[in-house]
């Protein structure tokens, strides 16, 4: 196996005590003071070791919480729009004025290098900024009237408690996505985080606490819960949530899609990704070389947009691949807080164990592993180096998300080929294609061609703005959140029909008395 990455993987990670000196300062700087006690274990990825021992939540805890938060949601209810609106405003004040140590913490829990971290929390303010202009356009809809002297109407209110359970790799940016736009539409929140990430988690609930004091809404109107999965199944369970929004593992969704619907509560489901990019013969290779290693290295395989198969024409296959490879070997890999650093650590020792097993089982299956896929040796931390491998079929493997960067690639030959390869996985959340060809670029857009939640043109699968709805199909749940019109989702909708004639006149010109 040729594996040129050994030189650029030396950044040495910061010890334990390191990390907890840079936590406890982002903390202390934020106000937010953390539970200490039994039950969850904030650990960091940077070592692997325990930062602190935290207090978890109990089974009544996450009662009394949900009750409160559904107390709060009959004053916040008829609140105004636009005030409630000025709660997320002052939200987004204060994340910009804690961006760097809020970045902190999301490197100190998910190990995501400091640009992506910053970028995470910029995400936050981008949707607070969003979701105050939305605040004054929750509009609903007027509909013609098949009766003389009546209106039809659609109007919008807001729905309930909405439980947001998210996901380690988006520790905080996928909450502010629900909460920013839920809290606009009315709606109180219980936030159940990822028990990888709890510091984040207390850091950016304390932030939106001292907004919620600062401009007088309702203090329960956001809840946190800190715990594990069973945590998750008792906000999943409570008919006092109205909407679970679920980010996390197609395994999770499977679980709590059928519980949420068994008591026709709502769920909006954000699951796993299986995401390709098609390189077509015209691609600008330049580009596309830049654009592939972004999502498919990028804050280490862990996203749900990473790019992980790739479908390249066999006529620039072998320049493409030797324009990554050479570009892999030259991904610093390490301290994630170093700024010259690309690849951080993976969440545990877990994931490495996971990623090493699916390249056994890739190659077992006919794969030739082209670069990366072995270990740094650090004293602490999993951190490994990306891997490409060349396939000789969609095999089983490559079929499955593996949350790890291992980018496989596979040849075409038509575009029909191409698109059929590219949608034959049960996953449906980021797609993208690579050419200089116009025509081609419309067909991988239209209704025939990429199946996914999100499909692109010359750029890759990862890093999408909050401006457009993100979210995908098939097992990756079919949600939507964030931008465009995702708010309907958090809302609920009723139709009105207004009779201002003095004659009672029914639909469908049934006569009756
Ligand atoms: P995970 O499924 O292990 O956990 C996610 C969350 O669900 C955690 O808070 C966990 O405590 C909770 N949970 C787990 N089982 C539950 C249950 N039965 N009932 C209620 N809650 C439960 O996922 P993870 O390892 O933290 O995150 C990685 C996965 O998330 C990947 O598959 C990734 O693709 C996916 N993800 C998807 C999106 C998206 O928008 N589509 C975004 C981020 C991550």
């Given at each position: 196996m040729t594996d040129t990455t050994t030189d650029r993987a030396t950044a040495v990670p910061p010890t334990t005590d390191e990390v907890r000196a840079r936590v406890r300062a982002a903390l202390d700087r934020v106000g937010a003071t953390v539970p200490e006690g039994t039950g969850l274990a904030a650990r960091t990825p940077i070592t692997g070791d325990t930062l602190f021992e935290l207090r978890a939540d109990t089974a009544a805890d996450t009662d009394a919480a949900i009750g409160a938060a559904a107390e709060a949601f009959r004053a916040w209810r008829t609140t105004p729009a636009p005030a409630r609106g000025e709660l997320v405003r002052t939200f987004g004040e204060l994340l910009r004025a804690h961006k760097a140590d809020l970045a902190v913490l999301v490197t100190a829990e998910a190990g995501k290098i400091a640009s992506e971290a910053l970028g995470e929390v910029q995400e936050m303010i981008d949707i607070c900024d969003f979701a105050v202009g939305l605040s004054r356009q929750l509009y609903g809809r007027s509909i013609a009237s098949e009766r003389p002297g009546h209106r039809l109407a659609e109007t919008y209110h807001p729905l309930g408690v909405v439980g947001v359970i998210s996901a380690f790799n988006f520790p905080a940016a996928v909450w502010a996505w629900n909460t920013a736009i839920a809290l606009v539409c009315g709606d109180a929140v219980v936030w159940k985080p990822s028990e990888l990430t709890p510091l984040i988690s207390l850091a950016a609930s304390h932030l939106l606490d001292r907004a919620i004091a600062a401009t007088g809404a309702p203090a329960d109107v956001h809840r946190l819960v800190l715990g594990d999965r069973a945590a998750g199944e008792r906000v999943v369970d409570d008919p006092r949530v109205a909407l679970v929004s679920a980010t996390g593992s197609t395994r999770m969704g499977r679980e709590v899609g059928p519980r949420v619907a068994a008591r026709f509560g709502r769920s909006l489901l954000e699951l796993g990704g299986n995401n390709a990019a098609v390189v077509a013969p015209s691609a600008d290779l330049r580009l596309a070389t830049a654009g592939i290693v972004f999502a498919a290295a990028g804050t280490a395989g862990q996203r749900c947009t990473t790019l992980r198969r790739l479908i390249v024409h066999e006529d620039v296959a072998d320049d493409l691949v030797g324009r990554l490879t050479a570009a892999y070997a030259g991904l610093p890999i390490g301290d994630p807080y170093d700024d010259a650093t690309l690849v951080g650590p993976l969440i545990s020792d877990r994931a490495a164990d996971t990623m090493a097993a699916a390249l056994e089982q890739a190659r077992a299956e006919g794969g030739e592993v082209l670069v990366g896929g072995t270990r740094v040796p650090t004293p602490g931390g999993a951190y490994v180096r990306p891997a490409i491998v060349r396939m000789p079929a969609q095999t089983a493997i490559v079929r499955e998300e593996t949350f790890a960067p291992v980018l496989y690639v596979l040849t075409y030959r038509t575009f029909e080929e191409a698109v059929a390869l590219h949608n034959d996985v049960p996953q449906g959340l980021s797609s993208s294609i690579f050419t200089q060809d116009q025509r081609e670029a419309e067909r991988f857009l239209a209704a025939d061609g990429s199946d996914c939640g999100i499909a692109n043109v010359n750029i890759g699968t990862s890093g999408a703005e909050i401006g457009g709805a993100f979210g995908g199909e098939k097992e990756t749940g079919g949600g939507r959140e964030s931008?465009?019109?995702?708010?309907?989702?958090?809302m609920r909708r009723a139709t009105n029909t207004i009779n201002y004639s003095d004659t009672l006149t029914l639909a469908q010109n049934v006569s009756f008395l």
């Amino acid at each position: 196996m040729t594996d040129t990455t050994t030189d650029r993987a030396t950044a040495v990670p910061p010890t334990t005590d390191e990390v907890r000196a840079r936590v406890r300062a982002a903390l202390d700087r934020v106000g937010a003071t953390v539970p200490e006690g039994t039950g969850l274990a904030a650990r960091t990825p940077i070592t692997g070791d325990t930062l602190f021992e935290l207090r978890a939540d109990t089974a009544a805890d996450t009662d009394a919480a949900i009750g409160a938060a559904a107390e709060a949601f009959r004053a916040w209810r008829t609140t105004p729009a636009p005030a409630r609106g000025e709660l997320v405003r002052t939200f987004g004040e204060l994340l910009r004025a804690h961006k760097a140590d809020l970045a902190v913490l999301v490197t100190a829990e998910a190990g995501k290098i400091a640009s992506e971290a910053l970028g995470e929390v910029q995400e936050m303010i981008d949707i607070c900024d969003f979701a105050v202009g939305l605040s004054r356009q929750l509009y609903g809809r007027s509909i013609a009237s098949e009766r003389p002297g009546h209106r039809l109407a659609e109007t919008y209110h807001p729905l309930g408690v909405v439980g947001v359970i998210s996901a380690f790799n988006f520790p905080a940016a996928v909450w502010a996505w629900n909460t920013a736009i839920a809290l606009v539409c009315g709606d109180a929140v219980v936030w159940k985080p990822s028990e990888l990430t709890p510091l984040i988690s207390l850091a950016a609930s304390h932030l939106l606490d001292r907004a919620i004091a600062a401009t007088g809404a309702p203090a329960d109107v956001h809840r946190l819960v800190l715990g594990d999965r069973a945590a998750g199944e008792r906000v999943v369970d409570d008919p006092r949530v109205a909407l679970v929004s679920a980010t996390g593992s197609t395994r999770m969704g499977r679980e709590v899609g059928p519980r949420v619907a068994a008591r026709f509560g709502r769920s909006l489901l954000e699951l796993g990704g299986n995401n390709a990019a098609v390189v077509a013969p015209s691609a600008d290779l330049r580009l596309a070389t830049a654009g592939i290693v972004f999502a498919a290295a990028g804050t280490a395989g862990q996203r749900c947009t990473t790019l992980r198969r790739l479908i390249v024409h066999e006529d620039v296959a072998d320049d493409l691949v030797g324009r990554l490879t050479a570009a892999y070997a030259g991904l610093p890999i390490g301290d994630p807080y170093d700024d010259a650093t690309l690849v951080g650590p993976l969440i545990s020792d877990r994931a490495a164990d996971t990623m090493a097993a699916a390249l056994e089982q890739a190659r077992a299956e006919g794969g030739e592993v082209l670069v990366g896929g072995t270990r740094v040796p650090t004293p602490g931390g999993a951190y490994v180096r990306p891997a490409i491998v060349r396939m000789p079929a969609q095999t089983a493997i490559v079929r499955e998300e593996t949350f790890a960067p291992v980018l496989y690639v596979l040849t075409y030959r038509t575009f029909e080929e191409a698109v059929a390869l590219h949608n034959d996985v049960p996953q449906g959340l980021s797609s993208s294609i690579f050419t200089q060809d116009q025509r081609e670029a419309e067909r991988f857009l239209a209704a025939d061609g990429s199946d996914c939640g999100i499909a692109n043109v010359n750029i890759g699968t990862s890093g999408a703005e909050i401006g457009g709805a993100f979210g995908g199909e098939k097992e990756t749940g079919g949600g939507r959140e964030s931008g465009s019109d995702a708010w309907r989702a958090y809302m609920r909708r009723a139709t009105n029909t207004i009779n201002y004639s003095d004659t009672l006149t029914l639909a469908q010109n049934v006569s009756f008395l």
